[in-house]
């Protein structure tokens, strides 16, 4: 059933889920763009990202929760501050799992959620993978039993079409009121921000063990030239000098595959044409460095 726009809604709709469940694959397909990374490791997102979904006179603001980190380094802190912040602002929450899975960090995140008393939905991720589906109705049943979820949705986040079917669902749990956004809206994120998360999200998926993890990327030039080109310069800061020479690669390909691919990215997103210069710094302590996380866009 597609989604009543007749009817001015806008609210807030905060995504919380244990890392690598789906949250931004879901997000990128109900705003139909890519706006968020997805890598197939856990803890990619580092940041609140607010997705904008519009039809007619219908909007739906999405909060997408960077998760629930343990830690006391400061990148640890602007992390839980973070999904703190998007909790706070949330008209509904949305409760992520994965098919026939639950595990104590499934257990916190529905704990955040209960923290604040707003309507919850439970969206059941990855259940194209789930072969015989009779399989998941004890699943379901007993995820009712956690909480008191307005609604219990299996879906695919990998289709289109069930994130539709999600939007239509969550609409009516929304406050009346017009729109708050441009309907060509999509993200209040500025590019800049998207095109260090297109480098990170490359390194993710390029390089194994802890490397991506130990990483950030800074984005020092970003300009838009007369014909509009636009000419990024930024810096991947990692720990050790080991981890510099696997960033760069024999030859410099590795760090050559991971410019590209991220160009080809903010080409498709800008339809622009893109040149990305980009460099590599060791700097130990980078997530425990107030001004430079401040510069990477984790600041107070
Ligand atoms: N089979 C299947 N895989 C999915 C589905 N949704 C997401 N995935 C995969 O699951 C992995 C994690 O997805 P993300 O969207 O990055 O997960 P996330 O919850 O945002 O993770 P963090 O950024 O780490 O918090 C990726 O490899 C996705 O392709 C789905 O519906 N079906």
Known sequence: ???????????????????????????????????SITA??????????LGVWTRGQAQILFL???????????????????????LDGADLGILV????????????ALRWLEQRSIPLLAVV????????????????????????FLEILPLSARRAQDAERLAGRILPHLPPG????????LTDRPLRFLAAE????????????????????????????EDDRHEIEATIYCRRPGQKAILVGEGGQRLKQIGSRARQAIEELTGSRVWLGLWVKEKEDWDDDRSLLHELGYGD
Not at 69 to 84: C, F, S
Not at 100 to 105: C, D, G, V
Not at 178 to 185: K, S
């Open 1 to 35: 059933m597609p989604a009543d726009d007749t009817v001015a809604r806008c609210g807030a709709v905060a995504l919380v889920g244990r890392p690598n469940v789906g949250k931004s694959t879901l997000l990128n397909h109900l705003i139909g763009q890519k706006i």
């Open 198 to 225: 297109f480098v990170r999200e490359q390194i993710f998926r390029q390089l194994g063990a802890e490397v991506p993890y130990d990483t950030a990327v800074a984005i020092e030039r970003y300009t838009v030239t």
């Open 64 to 86: 997408d929760t960077p998760g629930v980190h343990r830690g006391y380094r400061r990148l640890n802190r602007h992390l839980l501050r973070a999904t703190r912040a998007a």
């Open 125 to 148: 991720n990855k259940v194209d993978r789930v072969r015989g589906k009779a399989r998941l109705l004890p699943y379901l049943a007993e995820l009712g039993r956690r909480a008191p």
């Open 97 to 108: 799992v994965e098919a026939l899975l639950w595990t104590a960090a499934d257990a916190e």
């Open 178 to 185: 017009p729109p708050r956004f441009a309907a060509d809206t």
């Open 40 to 49: 197939p490791r856990p803890q990619t997102t580092r940041d609140q990202i």
